[in-house]
């Protein structure tokens, strides 16, 4: 059942919502249901038998818990265990916003949390070769009030690769990836340093690189931190230019490799991230939804469940021109699916 919605952005909309086990609200989960505009949903669909065997293969503290994969009428969904927090593109979106960007700090310390993610993945071998992600996108990513930071979709990049050759795909699902990404389509670990390095350009500066690739370099030459308003320092810049080199050759091999030269940069000297630092972040952004959902959750769990499951046994298949009702609530009622 859904519990609430969350947030709309170029890959759908994203919901609190609760899982029924022996008739009873089990557990909140995350769900990111993938019905944004050109995103192509039957390969999504089919993608779910991979995705459900790399779950099973790969563990790790950034990785999302109890990964689950649905389809709802035509419909893709990727759910995982609720982590009080928010998907990092609305973070970046509040950040913008309340023009409250992030320090250099937090935002290295946030990459390399998601680089010891895709490492977990690079540690086993899939079809033959280590595991790539293929469409690490903010969407994708939760960071947690307490500042963690959670990778989802692993199994399923390949088939959102789709998107980039639809017409009508939002601009901003091909802002993360590679250039040889967009035009082979093929995930690799060097893409997903790309999409990396990618990533920690939009939380230095606020902004996400451009849609076209050829207008990357000129962004990246002009780039200041938002934070300051100054210009790359030198070591982010050298950094980044290697993440981001338009050719995957010279770019990091892997994501274990970038991480390492992360680490170089974090613990040596000139930076002083912490875990601490990232939740007073999230708490100075989102302070009031803190304590809202905090209170909601506890009132969901008391949910009786019966009714929706009455619900979906009695009621008739819709027909395929029976619209779904939409609701201006932001937090609506339970919605059986």
Not at 47 to 56: K, L, N
Not at 150 to 158: A, D, I, L, N, Q
Not at 319 to 334: F, K, L, Q, R, V
């Amino acid at each position: 059942i859904l519990l609430k919605t969350v947030f709309e952005d170029d890959l759908g909309h994203l919901y609190r919502a609760g899982a029924i086990v022996d008739e009873k609200l089990d557990r909140s989960i995350w769900l990111r249901v993938l019905d944004g505009s050109g995103l192509p949903s039957r390969a999504i669909i089919e993608s779910f038998e991979d995705a459900r065997a790399i779950a099973d293969a790969i563990h790790g503290a950034q990785l999302a818990a109890d990964p689950i994969f649905l389809a709802d009428d035509g419909v893709p969904g990727l759910g995982c265990d609720h982590v009080p927090g928010q998907p990092l593109n609305r973070v970046l979106t509040r950040a913008r916003d309340e023009a409250f960007p992030l320090q250099p700090d937090n935002a290295l310390l946030i990459v390399e949390k998601l680089a010891l993610a895709l490492a977990s993945g690079e540690s086993v071998s899939y079809s033959g070769t280590p595991l790539a992600h293929g469409f690490l996108h903010p969407g994708l990513i939760y960071l947690s009030n307490d500042g963690e930071a959670v990778v989802t979709g692993f199994g399923v990049g390949p088939a959102l690769l789709g998107a980039i050759g639809d017409p009508g795909a939002a601009a901003g699902v091909r802002a993360y990836l590679a250039p040889e990404a967009l035009t082979e389509k093929t995930p690799s670990q060097r893409a997903d340093v790309y999409s990396l390095g990618a990533i920690l350009f939009h939380l230095l500066t606020g902004t996400a690189l451009p849609a076209n690739p050829d207008d990357r370099p000129a962004a990246l030459d002009s780039a200041h931190v938002a934070w300051d308003g100054e210009g790359l320092a030198d070591d982010i810049r050298t950094v980044l230019n290697r993440a981001l080199a338009p050719e995957a050759g010279g770019r990091f091999a892997s994501a274990g490799e970038f991480r390492t030269e992360l680490d170089g940069l974090i613990y040596g000297g000139a930076y002083s991230p912490t875990t601490f630092n990232l939740a007073l972040f999230m708490d100075r952004l989102f302070r009031s939804e803190i304590e809202e959902d905090e209170l909601a959750v506890e009132r969901e769990s008391e949910i009786d469940v019966r009714p929706y499951l009455e619900v979906e046994t009695v009621a008739p298949e819709p027909s395929p021109e029976t619209p779904i009702a939409e609701t201006a609530d932001p937090t609506p009622a339970p919605e059986a699916i």
